[in-house]
């Protein structure tokens, strides 16, 4: 069972300071239905593929940018993108709790008969909850981290 922690207030507080760069508004309200009210804005007046754009953006603008382009070139490749793709489901799974809730890695059949541990299972989602919207939960985040 997740419990929040310290380290949930400065995950929030950064995601919340990045979309109000990338996508233009800062809500008033604080905490969590400040980051719902930000996410709601972030469809009006935009296409849902602007949405996604700009909500790709705000997730990129997390990580060093040096970062993501050594994983890219070196870690991408390996084991055909098993590696990355595990590696990605294990960090959204330890950091994405305080925006999501609880959640697991979860295996998921490719194509080839196989499976990787590279899905993440999200019990019940306190974003799409909050959010009361389904376009919120797909357009801010389901397609955008695909």
């Known amino acids: 069972e997740y419990s929040p922690g310290f ?31 930000d996410a709601h804005r972030l469809l009006i007046g935009r296409s849902k593929s602007e949405a996604s754009e700009i909500s790709v953006r705000i997730i990129a603008s997390l990580f060093p940018p040096l970062l993501l382009q050594l994983f890219k070139k070196h870690i991408s490749s390996i084991a055909g993108g098993k590696l990355a793709a595990e590696m990605s489901a294990r960090v959204t799974a330890a950091s994405c709790q305080w925006l999501m809730g609880t959640c697991s890695v979860n295996p998921v059949d490719i194509s080839e008969g196989s499976s ?31």
Do not use: H
């Open 7 to 37: 380290f949930d207030d400065v995950f929030l507080k950064i995601f919340r300071s990045k979309i109000a760069e990338k996508g233009g508004w800062d809500s008033e309200k604080a905490g969590y239905a400040g980051l719902i009210d």
């Open 116 to 146: 990787w541990s590279s899905g993440v299972s999200v019990e019940r989602c306190k974003y799409l909850e909050e959010s009361k919207c389904v376009g919120v939960c797909i357009n801010t985040c389901k397609i955008p981290t695909q």
